[in-house]
């Protein structure tokens, strides 16, 4: 009975990777362990209070603080506007950096897919057509008897040649076609490809979180700039009612002038005032339109498609309860720190790939097919063929290449575990300053509303003196300039609060983890 090629040729297959299989062992390098970080139990070295403080007004209310609160995934809807809801949804579904973070992180993962693809075997199927023509000089290298009893080979005597009478073999030509299946395996002895996957996977992990980064820094973007276009329209509100009182005291203190009551001084005065108020407000025109191409261009509108949604600080409310998450678990919540972690696993999986790539390399191959002058005939008994290949290859000398390059795979280690140690500091001193500020900006309120209050008690005193004749112009001119600047400090203040609030909640990690599905995009 003949004996079956498919069968030897599986056996030998087979055979050769339970060998290779029997090698494979735990994969070479480290395996991952998160870097250490110093414990800490506050943000601050003396505990905050509470509550911040309280002012009347707009943006005045106290804010508590409990570790105990989670974040909100939709955490600007305590700002109760619903235009600012509508505007991050608009920003999430059209904003360009969103769409690439999302397209690097599926290029992260299909990096990923196909590196696990080498943990198989390549199969590869190919087939030639040949058509060939031996000349009778060489004859001995045709392909000689096929499988169904004909001989090419060149033969016979033809005339003799010009000038000559020895006999010569003629020229053959044939077709010859050729199927072959080639088997490829690479096996992971060491575990050089487990740890290429795996650092794959942890460059995905922190495509993820880059994500989840972009859409918090979206969020934070758009919140910021309406907060800011709702501070400058309140700034040129004021400064437009500091121009109308500026103009009416002009126009009275002329008529007045003009009749002998007032002096010229004090006309040059308040031309002098008029002017300085009429300089503050084209810049504040030009911040509006640049906070307005901001908010443009944060939702994906060209610079010709205005946004119908306007702020203001009266529709902005300011949250009155805050989470204060502990520092222990900010690491956990923050994208920027996985993302830095992630970086620390991956390089610490490049280090065992490296340490792999210094010890024996083992691959299998092996060819199966047939080849005939007729197609039909490829796969007959005649025409089969295959072949099995085991090779063993280890690097002895390539000028320290290798051992260089474990080095600096082991340097690149060290590199992104104290870059994720960096990352973390930072995010601790995120989360403190914003606390700090918050803190501060509420005093800093609560001075502001008495210094406005006080200088409108002022202002109206000394308009009432002005006009019983007690005070001349110049007096009720300072008294004037001093509420105006009292009146824009506050509603600095006022938006300096919600900017705050909307810092914390992004410095916290902006609660992508109670998110229930992904924006649409």
Request: glycine share 8%; aromatic share 8%.
């Amino acid at each position: 009975m003949e004996a079956d090629p498919m069968g030897s040729y599986r056996a030998a297959i087979l055979g050769l990777s339970a060998v290779a299989l029997s090698l494979a062992g735990c994969a070479v390098g480290p395996d991952y362990k998160r870097p250490t970080l110093p414990a800490a139990a506050h943000y601050t070295p003396v505990p905050l209070p509470p509550s911040t403080a309280a002012s009347p007004g707009v943006a005045g209310a106290a804010q508590d603080f409990s570790a105990a609160r989670d974040i909100s995934a939709q955490w600007w809807i305590l700002f109760q506007s619903p235009q600012l809801n509508a505007l991050i949804e608009r920003a999430y579904a059209a904003n360009p950096t969103v769409e690439a973070a999302a397209a690097a992180l599926r290029q992260a993962q299909e990096n990923v897919y196909a590196q696990r693809g080498f943990f198989f075997p390549t199969v590869q199927a190919s087939y030639s057509r040949q058509r060939t023509k031996i000349s009778g000089n060489t004859s001995g290298n045709d392909p000689g008897v096929q499988g169904n009893g004909s001989d090419i080979v060149g033969g016979g005597s033809g005339s003799a040649a010009a000038g000559g009478t020895a006999p010569f073999t003629e020229p053959v030509t044939y077709n010859f076609h050729t199927a072959q299946l080639t088997v490829g395996f690479v096996p992971d002895v060491f575990g050089g490809n487990r740890r290429q996957v795996e650092s794959l996977q942890a460059q995905a992990d922190a495509a993820r979180d880059e994500l989840e980064a972009t859409y918090i820094t979206l969020a934070s973007n758009v919140v910021a700039a309406a907060i800011q276009e709702a501070l400058v329209r309140a700034q040129i509100a004021a400064t437009q009612i500091s121009i109308g009182t500026y103009q009416r005291s002009l126009e009275i203190l002329r008529e007045q002038f003009r009749l002998g009551y007032a002096m010229r001084i004090d006309v040059a005065a308040q031309e002098a005032a008029l002017a300085q108020a009429q300089l503050l407000l084209p810049p504040l025109e030009k911040q509006l339109e640049q906070t307005r191409d901001l908010i443009r261009a944060l939702v994906g509108n060209r610079p010709d498609q205005d946004v119908a949604a306007t702020f203001d600080l009266a529709c902005l409310h300011l949250p009155q309860e805050l989470p204060l998450t502990l520092p222990s678990k900010l690491i956990e919540q923050r994208p920027d720190v996985r993302s830095a972690e992630a970086q620390v696993h991956a390089a610490s999986a490049l280090v065992g790939v490296a340490v792999a790539n210094r010890l024996p390399q083992f691959s299998i191959s092996g060819d199966l097919g047939g080849n005939a002058s007729h197609f039909s005939q490829m796969f007959w008994s005649s025409g089969t063929f295959w072949d099995v290949i085991g090779n063993v290859s280890q690097t002895i000398f390539d000028g320290g290449t290798l051992r260089h390059r474990q080095r600096a795979a082991e340097q690149g280690l060290v590199q992104a575990a104290a870059q994720y140690r960096s990352v973390a500091l930072t995010a601790f001193q995120n989360v403190a300053d914003t606390l700090h500020a918050l803190y501060a900006d509420a005093d800093a309120l609560s001075a502001a509303v008495r210094a406005e209050q006080a200088a409108g008690v002022a202002l109206n005193l000394t308009r009432a003196q002005q006009q019983a004749g007690y005070v001349n112009y110049l007096i009720l001119l300072s008294a004037e300039q001093t509420y105006q600047q009292a009146a824009i400090m506050l509603v600095q203040a006022q938006a300096n609060r919600l900017g705050d609030t909307a810092a914390l909640f992004q410095a916290l990690g902006g609660g992508w983890w109670n998110r229930t599905e992904r924006p649409a995009q």
